[in-house]
């Protein structure tokens, strides 16, 4: 089975309290074709289940748990296949780096028009 991680701050939850679907679609997805799912988070376990049951991704997710962080991977022995991060890390077999959210555009002001 595919283990497939995603974190939380950054990747499936932006800067501005705000869901990013499109991450959350790959999540549903790799779900789906029967991936073993986990979520963490740098701000640890219970915070990620917070964000997970926001979400309403409990259904979808395997595992919820504190990120972790080790300077040298071990490729011999890793726990997870793919990780999706908003930070380039080296967390799994293959680490994908999400690119920045794009902010909402500002409402131009009547005034300036």
């Not at 979520?39 to 259904?59: C, F, K, M, Q, T």
């Not at 040298?72 to 793919?82: A, G, R």
């Amino acid at each position: 089975m595919i283990r497939v991680a995603f974190d939380v701050d950054g990747t499936l939850w932006d800067f501005d309290d705000r869901p990013r679907w499109d991450v959350i679609n790959q999540l549903l997805y790799f779900s789906g074709i029967g991936c073993e799912i986990t979520v963490w988070s740098g701000g640890g376990a219970d915070y990620a289940e917070r964000i997970v049951r926001h979400l309403n991704l409990n259904p979808y997710v395997t595992h919820i748990k504190a990120k972790e962080m080790r300077s040298s991977f071990d490729l011999k022995n890793p726990q997870i296949d793919i990780s999706f991060d908003d930070e380039d890390v080296k967390l799994a077999k293959v680490n994908i780096r999400v690119p920045p959210y794009a902010k909402r555009p500002q409402a131009a002001h009547q005034d300036s028009l």
